[in-house]
């Protein structure tokens, strides 16, 4: 029975010394693995920060230039840029109009402000209201629906509508025209 006691007890080390270099590997192996935790959480942290600071010094300077050539802005040309002198205003109201192919289902309301530099021409514009009147219900109501729905087109109706108002007057010229309402149903 001495030689089955013998067998199951489980074999201790011989010596005190043994047990503490397994402990302290034990905490060597915890104490590393928390090193590299904390180093790989700085890594993580200060990583992309510095890639960020990199590329915000060698590329933003670019970045901003490409900005300004896109947006057609540029330091020299805000210098350069003058502020809009604006001259004299007569708006001419309620004009409705049927465009063209539309059968009169549709119509375009708007109402024309003119701009002039001369007080003269604002004068005239006055007496021959009527016939600046006309011919702007004439060159709206020959465009179609599509036509006068499309944005792009604005700048060009304003222009043709200068030019054919322009070609009433003999004082002076409008030097602008705008919509001050623009409701196409």
């Known amino acids: 029975m001495a030689e089955r006691a013998q067998q199951s007890v489980p074999e201790t080390p011989d010596t005190p010394d043994e047990e503490v270099t397994q402990e302290e590997q034990e905490a060597q192996n915890t104490g590393g693995r928390r090193l590299l935790g904390r180093l790989l959480l700085v890594a993580l942290t200060l990583g992309p920060t510095a890639a960020g600071a990199w590329l915000a010094y060698f590329y933003y300077p670019t970045l901003v230039q490409a900005a300004e050539q896109f947006s057609g802005t540029d330091d020299d040309t805000e210098e350069e840029a003058r502020p ?3 001259g004299q205003f007569m708006e001419l109201q309620g004009f ?3 465009p063209a192919g539309t059968d009169g289902t549709r119509y375009l309301m708007v ?5 002039s530099a001369e007080g003269s021409v604002l004068e005239e ?9 006309d011919t702007v219900l004439k ?3 020959q465009r179609t629906v599509e036509e006068l729905a499309d944005i792009s087109l ?3 109706l304003k222009q043709e509508l200068r030019d054919a108002v322009n070609g009433v ?14 409701v196409l149903q």
């Not at 109402?111 to 701009?115: K, Q």
């Not at 007057?169 to 623009?182: H, M, N, S």
Request: net charge positive; no cysteine; aromatic share 10%.
């Open 154 to 156: 604005r700048a060009q």
């Open 139 to 141: 060159l709206l109501s």
């Open 96 to 98: 409705i109009i049927n």
């Open 125 to 133: 514009l006055k007496e021959k209201e009527v016939v600046v009147r």
């Open 111 to 115: 109402n024309l402000g003119l701009e």
């Open 169 to 182: 007057l003999r004082k002076g010229k409008i030097d602008r025209v705008y919509f001050t309402q623009y």
């Open 84 to 86: 809009v002198e604006y």
